[in-house]
């Protein structure tokens, strides 16, 4: 697809990588409701803040309005979802979760890290080009 073909992304919510991070928060956000996790109160409110921070950071960087901050926050926005991972690590060893639920949410957020990862750079090479344009 060339660029003339692409859609053009206006806000935040046309990103495929904060669309992804969207639906991680919901399906964290419906994990944390279950037992035993609703009952597992810093454990659960850790893993939701960080699941929201990564769709959350995304947000904030497009909106900031400058191609260095977008790139910045997209890191925090990817470390945020290796928090999440890591947390659903310890889900799984204390068994507040199973297995197939713990390889369904750790696959997504290897797919939002990715997705972010690829937005980062993108980012990043339009950064540096308009810093060696001026």
């Not at 972010?116 to 060696?132: K, P, T, W």
């Amino acid at each position: 697809m060339s660029d003339s073909q692409r859609p053009k992304i206006t806000s935040f919510e046309d990103l495929i990588a904060w669309q992804r991070a969207r639906a991680l928060a919901r399906d964290v956000n419906l994990l944390c409701e279950s037992e035993p996790l609703s009952r597992k109160f810093s454990f659960r409110d850790q893993l939701q803040r960080a699941a929201v921070s990564t769709m959350s950071n995304i947000a904030e960087g497009f909106d900031r309005g400058s191609r260095a901050e977008f790139h910045h926050m997209l890191s925090i926005s990817k470390g945020s979802c290796a928090e999440v991972r890591s947390l659903l690590y310890v889900a799984v060893d204390a068994k507040f979760i199973d297995e197939p639920t713990f390889k369904t949410l750790s696959s997504q957020t290897h797919e939002v890290s990715r997705l972010i990862g690829a937005l980062r750079a993108s980012v990043g090479r339009q950064r540096d080009q308009d810093r060696a344009a001026r």
